[in-house]
């Protein structure tokens, strides 16, 4: 509502054929630009154009490291560009790439763009946001309430594609996949204007299909004071499923699948006091340190081979999820969106705008009947279509009256 150019860019590219899924799987990108004129739109397009085309060119490496490359590559076409023309100097863009793949779904990421994955009632945050805010908190040098209460500037991000000519790509997952599943790539104007459990009921509420649209109406609805995109991915044939994860647990709970230096660590302590101990002729001593080494060296084989088998990766990147909510619609969701429409409606009889209220108030009054049997997750589906469909409306009617302008003011 208050940007007059779109600086965010997104791309979806689905594997055309089993060989292709099997060696690259699919691949969903959003990139939020930054920059003085049309600089950041430049940045976000070229982000979502290069990570795809350098992806499917590594054909040497893994899927997770050459997405990581891939982005490398991104951002030194970003900053080559950006050095080339002072008007796009220090250009720069967010990159969040989601790959599902045979082993899981892995993300590629820098910036403040965000992946979750949704499972059952229960929203995960699969990146950590590259800001101040954020930084500051996992240093411990600030404290929830202190992020949440907005002194410390949201938007101020510590990394992103472009300004240098190197950067560093955090890489999360794999995470196991299974149907129903669902996955949201965001830019922060969907972020900062729609809180996580919001974001989270709404995507169990709704199609993905009118989750994406609704979620955009909200944002704006709420003061659109930055460009909104959201990409939603819903999994829906088994094929896709992580075999041996698909009736395992959450995100939560895949195992690491790595050698741990600790432990190997342990056993060589251990096995050293064990040669000391026998050495001074404390026998009993050396017997237990060395059974302890050995514990430790096989606990460590162990958890090497966890995820030797089927499709799970035997390695594991970042230490995502960082964060989970609630994703579960509840009497003060529905009665905030509401309130919402009822502002709406107070604008649309203010202004003289027609709108066909048959429909909506039938839907309307569906949504009440839902709430009032306490099924909230249908209530706040009706409540968010008759938004949609309201906001329809009306924007067929600004642009008609005035294709500049296409906003609303509640």
Not at 146 to 152: E, F, L, Q, Y
Request: net charge negative; glycine share 10%.
């Amino acid at each position: 509502m208050r940007r007059a150019i779109n600086q965010d860019a997104y791309v979806v590219v689905l594997a055309d054929s089993q060989q292709r899924w099997e060696r690259r799987g699919h691949l969903f990108v959003v990139a939020d630009g930054m920059g003085a004129h049309a600089a950041g739109e430049l940045a976000s397009k070229l982000a979502v154009q290069q990570v795809p085309l350098h992806y499917d060119k590594q054909i040497d490496l893994p899927p997770a490291e050459a997405l990581r490359r891939a982005i490398q590559e991104a951002n030194a076409e970003i900053h080559r560009r950006g050095q080339a023309n002072l008007e796009f100097r220090n250009m720069g863009t967010t990159c969040t790439a989601l790959a599902l793949l045979p082993e899981g779904a892995v993300v590629g990421h820098v910036g403040d763009s965000r992946c979750y994955q949704l499972r059952g009632k229960r929203l995960y945050q699969l990146t950590f946001d590259h800001s101040l805010v954020w930084e500051m908190q996992a240093a411990g040098d600030v404290t929830d309430e202190t992020a949440r209460s907005g002194v410390i500037p949201k938007n101020v991000i510590t990394r992103s594609l472009g300004p240098n000519a190197t950067v560093e790509v955090d890489l999360e997952g794999p995470f196991p996949v299974q149907v129903g599943d669902r996955f949201l790539l965001c830019s922060d104007g969907l972020s900062g204007q729609v809180s996580d459990e919001e974001m989270g009921a709404l995507l169990r509420s709704l199609a993905p299909q009118q989750a994406a649209k609704f979620l955009v109406d909200l944002a704006n609805l709420r003061g659109g004071p930055d460009n909104i995109t959201c990409v939603i991915v819903e999994v829906v044939d088994h094929r896709i499923e992580t075999r041996a994860g698909a009736s395992g647990g959450g995100p939560l709970t895949l195992p690491t699948g790595r050698f741990s230096p600790l432990l190997l660590i342990t056993t060589l302590i251990c096995w050293a006091a064990a040669g000391l101990l026998f050495l001074l002729g404390s026998v009993p001593l050396a017997i237990v340190a060395a059974v302890l080494g050995a514990i430790s060296l096989l606990t460590a084989l162990i958890r090497l081979g966890a995820n030797h088998g089927g499709h799970v990766a035997s390695s594991r990147y970042g230490n995502g999820p960082y964060r989970h909510y609630p994703a579960v619609a509840d009497r003060e969701l529905f009665e905030h969106l509401a309130g919402t429409l009822k502002s709406l409606r107070e604008a649309v009889e203010e202004r003289g705008w027609k709108v066909h209220w048959e429909e909506l108030d039938l839907r309307f009054a569906e949504g009440c009947a839902a709430a009032d049997r306490g099924n909230y997750q249908l209530a706040v589906g009706r409540l968010a279509q008759v938004i949609s469909d309201l906001m329809d409306q009306i924007r067929k009617q600004r642009e008609a009256t005035d294709p500049a302008d296409s906003s609303i003011e509640l």
